[in-house]
């Protein structure tokens, strides 16, 4: 039997304006970010009914290679500390801010090339139409 680990972290922040959850998961070494927009500050029962209903439903980045694993400090107050500390010294994880700015330019590049395809496939149409208007024109009909 193969073991799987998973790994997820929610980040709940304020950028200016709205209120912002980055979900980062690292699932057998793969590291893959979602970006979540709240707008008003959330409550406990909103980001709690995110996580257990909707983690489902959430669209995270292609997955990338996951290089560094966090260290395991043995006390849980020295951890919590630790972590507190790294979110005030960086806010939300520039991994996720990269991974989601991936996804970003895919879904870009993925858009343009279907609005092309769309394009080519009109003009195609178009030309089909001209030609058939012609053959009917020379028929006299």
């Known amino acids: 039997m193969r073991k799987i680990r998973v790994s997820s972290t929610l980040t709940v922040y304020h950028d200016g304006q709205f209120w912002v959850g980055v979900f980062e998961r690292v699932e057998d070494g793969r590291y893959s970010a979602c970006r979540v927009v709240f707008g008003a500050e959330?409550?406990?029962?909103?980001?709690?009914?995110?996580?257990?209903?909707?983690?489902?439903?959430?669209?995270?980045?292609?997955p990338t290679t996951h290089e560094d694993t966090p260290r395991q400090a043995a006390n849980p107050k020295r951890r919590q500390r630790e972590a507190s500390r790294e979110m005030r010294r960086r806010?939300?994880?520039?991994?996720?801010?990269?991974?989601?700015?991936?996804?970003?330019?895919?879904?870009?590049?993925?858009?343009?090339?279907?609005?092309?395809?769309?394009?080519?496939?009109?003009?195609?149409?178009?030309?089909?139409?001209?030609?058939?208007?012609?053959?009917?024109?020379?028929?006299?009909?």
């Open 91 to 141: 806010g939300s994880s520039t991994k996720a801010q990269r991974a989601l700015q991936e996804g970003r330019e895919a879904s870009a590049r993925q858009r343009k090339a279907d609005a092309r395809d769309r394009r080519e496939e009109e003009k195609r149409r178009r030309f089909e139409q001209r030609q058939k208007r012609r053959k009917e024109k020379r028929r006299g009909k």
């Open 42 to 62: 959330p409550s406990s029962e909103e980001v709690l009914d995110l996580v257990c209903n909707g983690y489902n439903a959430l669209r995270f980045t292609r």
